[in-house]
């Protein structure tokens, strides 16, 4: 690894340019809607552009889906369901998680490209990170699927029938595999909704079910804003709901559902601790800190976003950090070299830049490295707060962008007392040399999941979901199965 101080200045080692191809995409000029297998022209007669958010340029136009539409795929969806998806043998349906599963792996580069131009965020997160993660999904629920008995011994497991799922724009292709993945193991159907500002790799994704020879009406996917949305929510026709998104629209379905019997999880935001003990591994700590809050531009809903440092080593790590801040380079999403690309849309640049001005406001000290924003574009630079308090906006509310607000500590119980000080309860990290006060943290934070010396760390065979206003349910891991899955008893 470079040693950062042997540099006198960070403009010194500038890379060259080394930017993917993307003509290994081919986008078409308008997307309809996939439903019962076939992309069909919206019944609303609706359509919207969807744009890169680091150049403003427009990628292709999709679909407004309306309350027809929504009735369409959620009849398409039930048709499947009945008449073949739910019947066939487990071990067929595995088949075609494992068929989507390698598709994925082979368009792995076109799928990299696509997220990275739609959503902004760095190629090489989004082809070492998201598009390898989601394949990981489907071969990891391809194996549950012919051992649901084994899973819930006993229980006798079946279906639900059709399931409504609506997912965010962070990690566009990664959350569509959390919800399809388990969802069709289970034996289900579902009609899934990607986000307005990000519908571009779940229409490819639709190719890739064609390409599977997935039955028709298994997959429909349904391009939208939050009408579309609102619409699926309040369709009477459905098993289930998953929802991941902010903590608003989350309440907001909640309430819709009450005494339904529609099935509901959900995954909300969070405002993370990243707790900092003073005999941890220093330099591993400030990797897992810029992990942990600048990976995919603060844009995650577990990200470390509140530092809590243990005060002897405050102002050591505080300086440390700073000069690997320096060391990060923001710009094109396309370039192999870049660590902090584009803010997903213009709604959540003007959000973070809203909460950013609380936090001067309100008395924390703002640190941004020298570094030159694009033109055009949605840019925010990598931004810590300094001398926060724990009732400022940037210590309570979830900025979802590059902004770290940092607090301090001296006690153990003093560190949980702050981390559990929120009204989410997402993740934690704990950063120390001492296993047994790992162990003990872990079992003080109200936190969905606890990382120890590392952060933002995913797999497809652990659990993953929060507390309190993060949320209820869990994805991943034999855990996530359950949501999709009714128990003969
Ligand atoms: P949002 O919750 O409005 O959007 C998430 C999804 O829900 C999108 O597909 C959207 O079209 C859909 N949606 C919106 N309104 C709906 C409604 N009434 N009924 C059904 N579906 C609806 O999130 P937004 O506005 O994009 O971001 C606002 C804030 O939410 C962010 O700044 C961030 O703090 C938080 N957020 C958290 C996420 C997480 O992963 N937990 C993901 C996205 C946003
Ligand atoms: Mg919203």
Redesign the pocket.
């Given at each position: 690894m470079t040693d950062v101080r042997q540099r006198t200045s960070p403009l010194e080692w500038e890379y060259a340019p080394a930017p993917e191809a993307r003509d290994i995409v081919k986008f078409q000029e308008r997307y309809g809607l996939f439903i019962g297998g076939e992309l069909v022209e919206p019944r609303s007669k609706e359509w919207f552009p969807t744009i890169s958010p680091a150049t403003e340029e427009q990628l292709a136009e999709v679909a407004l889906a309306g309350a027809e539409d929504v009735d369409a795929a959620v009849g398409a969806a039930r048709n499947a369901f009945e008449n073949g998806w739910s019947t066939l043998r487990p071990a067929e349906r595995a088949k075609y998680l494992y068929r989507i599963a390698r598709l994925l792996q082979e368009r792995s580069r076109e799928l990299a490209v696509a997220e990275s131009l739609n959503g902004g965020k760095p190629i090489k997160e989004s082809r070492d990170v998201d598009v390898p993660l989601a394949a990981a999904h489907f071969f990891y629920y391809a194996g549950w699927a012919d051992k649901l008995e084994y899973a819930f011994p006993n229980r006798r497991p079946a279906p639900l029938g059709v399931a409504g799922q609506?997912?965010?724009?962070?990690?566009p292709l990664l959350?569509l595999a959390w919800k399809i993945a388990p969802a069709l193991a289970a034996g289900n159907t579902v009609v899934l909704?990607?986000?307005?500002?990000t519908p571009l790799t779940a229409l490819i994704f639709a190719d890739v079910c064609r390409q599977a020879e997935l039955p028709a009406g298994v997959v429909n996917i349904i391009t939208?804003?939050?009408?579309?949305?609102?619409h699926?929510?309040r369709h009477r026709g459905l098993d289930k709901i998953a929802?991941?998104?902010?903590?608003?629209?989350?309440k907001?379905?909640q309430r819709e559902l009450a005494g339904t019997g529609t099935r509901l999880t959900l995954?909300?935001?969070?405002k993370a601790a990243n707790i900092v003990f003073d005999d941890c591994a220093l330099d591993q700590a400030i990797e897992g800190i810029v992990n942990g809050i600048y990976f995919n531009q603060g844009?995650?809903?577990c990200a470390g976003s509140r530092l809590l440092v243990q005060e002897p080593i405050a102002e050591l790590l505080i300086a440390k950090l700073k000069r690997r801040l320096e060391t990060l380079r923001l710009g094109d999403p396309l370039d192999k070299n870049t660590d902090i690309g584009a803010i997903n849309?213009r709604?959540?640049l003007e959000?973070i830049r809203e909460l950013v001005a609380s936090g001067e406001e309100e008395g924390a000290e703002i640190y941004q490295p020298p570094c030159v924003l694009p033109e055009k574009g949605y840019w925010f630079a990598p931004t810590v707060f300094t001398n926060v308090a724990q009732s400022y906006r940037i210590a309570q509310e979830?900025?979802?962008g590059p902004v770290l607000s940092v607090l301090t500590f001296r006690t153990p119980d003093e560190a949980i007392e702050k981390a559990n000080n929120t009204a989410y309860g997402?993740s934690a990290g704990v950063w120390t040399e001492k296993g047994s006060r790992i162990l003990c943290m872990a079992q003080r934070l109200r936190a969905g999941v606890v990382w120890a010396n590392t952060f933002n760390r995913f797999d497809p065979a652990s659990p993953f979901g929060g507390y309190k206003e993060?949320g209820f349910g869990r994805e991943g891991g034999r855990h996530g199965l359950e949501p999709y899955l009714r128990f003969e008893e």
């Open positions: 609506i997912i965010p724009w962070n990690f959350m909704k990607p986000a307005e500002t939208g804003d939050g009408s579309t949305g609102a699926l929510v929802f991941t998104g902010s903590t608003e629209v989350g907001a379905i995954e909300l935001g969070g844009h995650v809903c849309s709604a959540q959000r979830e900025i979802f997402l993060s």
